[in-house]
């Protein structure tokens, strides 16, 4: 379609599904649920910046000329984010990618953002490096659409290129490979060659100089420890390509070194000289075994600093600003599984083969849960400034541990749903936690939480209210426990209870009527399903 047809077409207010760039001001928006629309504005004058938004990411570019480079910013993150941690850039520059491909990944204190290529074209630029905190509209990269390497993408190939790509007989050990540019360089007696950092794994960048094993001026033999280098995953031994001379240590232990860097240098043996170290050498090694020892004691036994990521510094603060907060009382209880377990055992399969979704301990505890906020609305409540404000609807949110932290994605309408709804919400938030792929809205929310520590086996603990609600609800690890049965010693699976809760809004009686009622409709499944007080 021609872009004097697109214009007439956004002039009666028709939609199409695809548009190029054209002399209208166009942007995409595409989200979860609904296709692509195109979204104009019709103007005199040249193309400003559009924003094209897309699960919770933007992209914005510029239209340009055939061949010339786009610059794509850091995308909106959601209304109250401004900033963000470049996370990982998942492309590097030259490397050539599709419309829609991730090219970066930025971590907030909620969410993490992709950052995906407009159109088709080539890394150009990355305008941040990996830890950079960025601003939303900021540069992020450039590309060029057309395909085609920039001049400037070119020399910077050719600048990163390091030196033993073009060496014609690289050498290789058999424990850690080692490529040195003593490979390319011509083997002169007494000629000073470069040790450079080698490879130490796919996804492994840098390492950290643990202990120099051979000192300025020490002989050594054809594949001997150099040095030895520490990742946040191996140990690397960096050896000798052939016998020679130690003439230059370039980093000191403790320092970091990319791969591909400069270590040391050496130079060969000249005719005559013996590999074998001298009898100074071998006194010199007597006199410091104690400090060999001491140094190999700290790389086994050492430690590391770690940045917090955004997200954990977010749950700290959440979490101490409801311990300043709140005045946060807990009360206990302990609930009978036997009936919903057997109930869980005679139709999980039918449950499945019905609904294709599987049935759990949750969604009984969430339908429970709604059914005790409704009836003591103190709970499903919170305090705004001076005011109590009380919540006609149930959204329920749920605890999920990933590996960047702890979330907790909301239910939303909980009063209104069965079993089946509630296993398949939870289903899809939980592999949306796992893939780092929850929206700003699915966190946002909720009037009431439960965490479950018991997938952890947790036995009791006290859980810490998620602000701004007033209550949360703990479960905990299912145990076989004699217990009291019509004047019977009997075993039974029981499970303990916890109810932390705001006692500046919720009083006792409120705390523990919640739970004894939750208590009741657990241990007796029909009282669930007809929501009665039988």
Not at 42 to 50: A, M, Q
Not at 83 to 105: C, F, Y
Not at 166 to 191: K, M, R
């Amino acid at each position: 379609m021609s872009s004097s047809r697109v214009g007439k077409a956004l002039l009666r207010g028709v939609g199409i599904r695809r548009a190029g760039l054209c002399r209208a001001r166009l942007g995409v928006v595409r989200t979860s649920s609904l296709e692509r629309h195109l979204v104009t504005s019709v103007g005199i004058g040249p193309c400003r910046r559009t924003n094209w938004e897309s699960d919770g990411f933007v992209r914005t570019f510029a239209a340009k000329k055939k061949g010339e480079e786009v610059t794509i910013s850091v995308p909106q993150m959601g209304e109250s984010i401004v900033e963000g941690t470049l996370q990982a850039w998942l492309r590097n520059v030259g490397d050539e990618v599709n419309e829609d491909d991730v090219i970066g990944q930025i971590e907030t204190d909620k969410i993490t953002v992709e950052v995906r290529a407009p159109q088709k074209g080539v890394i150009t630029a990355l305008l941040a490096k990996e830890g950079d905190t960025v601003e939303v509209g900021q540069p992020a990269f450039k590309m060029n659409p057309s395909g085609a390497r920039s001049a400037e993408a070119a020399a910077n190939e050719v600048a990163q290129t390091p030196e033993v790509e073009q060496a014609p007989e690289p050498v290789a050990a058999p424990e850690a490979p080692v490529e040195t540019a003593s490979d390319a360089a011509p083997a002169t007696v007494g000629e000073n060659v470069d040790i450079l950092v080698p490879e130490m794994g796919e996804s492994i960048k840098e390492g950290t100089v643990q202990v120099w094993e051979k000192k300025v001026g020490e002989s050594f033999k054809e594949d001997e420890v150099i040095v030895m280098l520490e990742t946040d995953k191996i140990m690397v031994d960096v050896r000798a390509p052939k016998a020679g001379v130690l003439q230059a240590q370039l980093a000191k232990e403790g320092d970091t070194v990319a791969v591909g860097a400069k270590i040391a240098s050496f130079s060969f043996l000249q005719e005559g000289q013996s590999s074998e170290p001298s009898m100074e050498a071998e006194a010199a090694a007597k006199e410091e075994p104690a400090k060999k020892l001491e140094q190999m004691g700290k790389i086994q036994s050492g430690e590391r600093r770690v940045a917090m990521t955004r997200m954990r510094k977010r749950i700290a603060e959440r979490l101490k600003e409801a311990q300043h907060t709140a005045a946060i009382l807990t009360t206990f209880n302990e609930v009978d599984m036997s009936a919903l377990m057997n109930l869980r055992s005679d139709y999980k399969d039918d449950f499945f083969k019905k609904h294709n979704v599987k049935l759990g301990f949750m969604s009984a505890f969430v339908k429970a849960s709604a059914i005790c906020l409704q009836e003591q609305p103190e709970v499903n409540a919170f305090i705004d400034g001076g005011d109590i404000v009380y919540r006609d609807y149930v959204d329920i949110s749920v605890a999920v541990s990933t590996p960047t932290g702890l979330v907790v994605p909301a239910i939303r309408g909980c009063e209104r749903m069965g079993f089946a709804e509630i296993e398949k919400v939870i289903f899809q938030l939980g592999e949306k936690a796992r893939d780092a792929s929850l929206t700003l809205e699915e966190l946002q929310g909720g009037t009431f939480t439960i965490s479950n520590g018991g997938v952890f086996g947790s036995l009791l603990s006290t859980p810490i209210i998620n602000m701004p609600q007033s209550a949360i609800l703990g479960m905990h690890a299912i145990q076989k426990r004699p217990v009291v049965v019509k004047d019977q010693i009997v075993i039974r699976p029981m499970m303990y209870l916890a109810l932390s809760y705001d006692h500046r809004l919720i009083d006792g009686r409120e705390a523990v009527t919640f739970l004894r009622r939750l208590k009741t409709l657990i241990e007796d499944p029909r009282r669930l399903l007809l929501n009665i007080n039988i």
